[in-house]
């Protein structure tokens, strides 16, 4: 199985352990400067996150694609916002001019407030209904060469159809812990993202939308997503996880400033938040402490060691059925670019895994 690899696409130099003192909103030369890096280490996308105080992901999608060869974006979008035929022609449109290199992330979002800050006050049943049908009429955009008619509770179209269709299917991710989320996920994924629980939780969840999606004849793959810290000694990672901690801690007024984000609702939140109550560390070095100082506000979750365990802890996740990491560090430019040994230590592992099994088929 091949590894997909996805990093982190931030318009400033800015996280949990890095101050908001110094930050701006957008740096154009650190953006150009980010993506090169992902892509000299060997990642085939990177993400382009959303919330109601973040820039326009489609422009900064567009900055990515434009400063790289290869790199992908994997868009985040909430539907509710754009109408779903609009919204397939903007995707359709960066498709145009990169092609096969855009993807769609869906999150309908499980911060009411933060939905209020855009005038959204419906509660998130309704919100994933709503999810469900954007899709429909999405694909439908993207893929209807006679006009189309769609009636739903959300969204009415009379005569739909795109000129532009995309060069190639456009992958919908889909993130969400809830029961209502794998409903509407099982129907409309492509990939399923999960954030960093341990092995047992990731296996119960991949077993879980498995079913879920058998119903409609689907099969869609997962991601799980890390926050590694490599180090080239075990005691170094360490180190630096300490340094990490103390620093989330001592600037956590300065991000729910930043970003004034509550995940408490969040069906994810609460998993990684229960995980961090029984332990600091499962498995073999999944680390919570971050996500207990930061109220697991998204993915906060790491992987402490040498750079030869935190790959073997990678692979764990793979072993599952795991074919995306979404990975991104605590100092994302130096993270991206040394991310790379990463990167390279799991897909020549993999590499030799195939190999290896394939020799045993042979030889059956």
Do not use: C
Request: aromatic share 8%; glycine share 8%; charged share 25%.
């Amino acid at each position: 199985m091949s590894i997909e690899f996805i990093g982190i696409a931030n318009t400033a130099p800015f996280s949990e352990s890095a101050g908001a003192d110094a930050w701006t909103v957008i740096d154009p030369a650190y953006v150009k400067e980010l993506a090169r890096a992902h892509e000299a280490s060997g990642f085939d996308r990177v993400l382009v996150a959303h919330s109601s105080a973040s820039p326009d992901g489609f422009t900064v999608a567009d900055q990515v694609l434009t400063h790289t060869d290869r790199l992908g974006v994997l868009l985040a979008h909430r539907p509710g916002f754009v109408s779903p035929t609009l919204a397939a022609r903007k995707y359709a449109t960066l498709d145009a001019f990169h092609p096969g290199r855009i993807a769609l992330h869906v999150i309908t979002g499980g911060d009411d407030a933060d939905q209020a800050r855009d005038g959204d006050l419906s509660d998130k049943p309704t919100r994933y209904r709503r999810t469900d049908e954007f899709l429909d009429v999405v694909r439908r955009t993207w893929t209807s060469t006679e006009p189309f008619d769609y009636d739903g509770e959300f969204y009415q179209v009379r005569g739909g159809r795109s000129a532009l269709l995309p060069s190639q299917p456009i992958p919908v991710y889909f993130g969400g812990a809830s029961d209502d989320a794998v409903r509407a996920g099982a129907r409309h994924a492509d990939v399923y993202a999960f954030w960093g629980e341990p092995l047992a939780g990731i296996a119960d969840r991949i077993a879980q939308v498995r079913t879920a999606a058998a119903a409609h004849g689907r099969e869609p793959r997962f991601s799980v997503s890390l926050r590694p810290i490599p180090a080239a000694t075990e005691a170094e990672a360490w180190k630096r996880a300490e340094d990490i901690l103390r620093l989330t801690k001592e600037r956590s007024g300065e991000l729910r400033k930043a970003f004034n984000l509550d995940h408490s609702a969040q069906e994810g939140s609460k998993r990684l938040l229960d995980v961090a109550a029984r332990g600091d560390v499962h498995d073999k070095r999944l680390w919570t402490a971050v996500a207990k100082a930061t109220g697991a506000a998204g993915n906060s979750t790491a992987l402490v060691g040498s750079y030869e365990q935190v790959a073997e802890s990678l692979l764990d996740y793979t072993a599952l059925g795991v074919g995306t990491l979404l990975i991104r560090g605590f100092d994302p430019l130096a993270d991206a670019r040394d991310y790379g040994h990463l990167v390279s230590l799991v897909r020549e592992q993999t590499e030799r895994q195939s190999f290896v099994g394939n020799r045993r088929l042979v030889s059956a």
